[in-house]
């Protein structure tokens, strides 16, 4: 018999889709929870996002960081944020910016898979070629949000953008990727650089690549130009494994592992204080769609696989580990694909097909 542990988790359906895959989500975790019989879920929703902005002039309340961090939550479950009624800097950094760097969530962990009976556009590609962990640095960087605008609508405007890199935030993530690879049996560290031409920001992290990396004498490690880097997703997969990037660099290379994997519907993330000092958060890296959103037609998988993610974080190994052998195991048959995957199945029905498939192998 298990003793019964409650998890408190946040849940923001967001825009566009957010609303149509993010109940699927729920669906299948509450599911989960009731197949294992050893923990369940405290679910508290939230309404933030467009609607919420449009009708309080801001996306979240102005004490909407201090609820979550004060709630207890072990988790928050986000769907896509973004309407073309507002812009996309507004909607960033009115809600995800926000949780991400208030909350330390430091480790945003990306994977890239191309998962059974999925096909890639990349010709003659398989599973076993597609298989790689990004490991993005998620509070400074590019998007440290430190610059300004003066003489608006001058011909003397000027803008500034500011790069920021911490010595403790870039060793932070480095280690991490080095003992993620070390604990998962992966043989590799690439780091995605660009230091030929941005000679202080990037020389620095190839200089504190190579200190970390002298730590961990039984893992590989290369360092590669961001744009040659990019060419190697698509020519040469199957040589990487795990990437540890900046924050601009890793957003672009996963949303290019989404594309070479079969589709954006098919890629989940994990933005993780592995500290637990604050809640880590589970998205699916889709933006909300809004040219299909309300036509039960979207993906759900991305969302799900957040969910798993969620499930390996929380310590629940064995249904994270049911959960991705049946989303796995649905795709393979090809019997239950929405449109992005060349199919005609409904939001909910690919959702139900994944939960029956779930209940089939738990037996």
Known sequence: MYSMGTYRLAVIPGD??????IPESILTLTSLAEMHGGFQF???????????????????PTDGLATLA???????????????????????????????????????????RLLPGVRSPLAEKHPKDIDIVCIRENTEGEYAGAGGRIHQGTENEVAIQSTIFTRKGTERIMRYAFEYA?????????????????????VFWDDVFRQVAAEYPDITHEQQLIDSLGARFVSSPESLDVVVASNLFGDILTDLGAAISGSMGLAPSANLNPERRF?????????SAPDIAGKGIANPIASLWSGQLLLDFLGEHEAATLLMGAIEEV??????RTPDLGGTTTTHQLGDAIREQMRSMAV
């Not at 566009?16 to 895959?21: D, F, K, N």
């Not at 070390?182 to 920001?201: I, L, P």
């Not at 809640?279 to 933006?287: E, T």
């Not at 795709?331 to 239950?336: C, V, Y």
Request: a neutral charge.
């Open 42 to 60: 405290d679910l508290q929703h939230f309404d933030w996002g467009t609607d919420y902005y449009l009708r309080e002039g801001v996306l979240m």
């Open 279 to 287: 809640p880590s958060l589970f998205q699916a890296i889709h933006g």
């Open 70 to 112: 004060q709630g207890g939550f072990d988790g928050i479950l986000l769907g896509p944020v973004g309407d073309p009624r507002v812009p996309d800097h507004v909607t960033l950094w009115g809600l995800l910016l926000p949780l991400r760097q208030t909350f330390d969530q430091y480790i945003n962990l990306r994977p890239v």
């Open 182 to 202: 070390r604990q998962s049996g992966r043989k590799k560290v690439t780091s995605a650089t660009k230091s030929n031409s941005m000679q202080y920001n990037m």
């Open 16 to 21: 566009g889709i957010g609303p149509e895959v």
């Open 331 to 336: 795709l393979a048959r090809g019997q239950a």
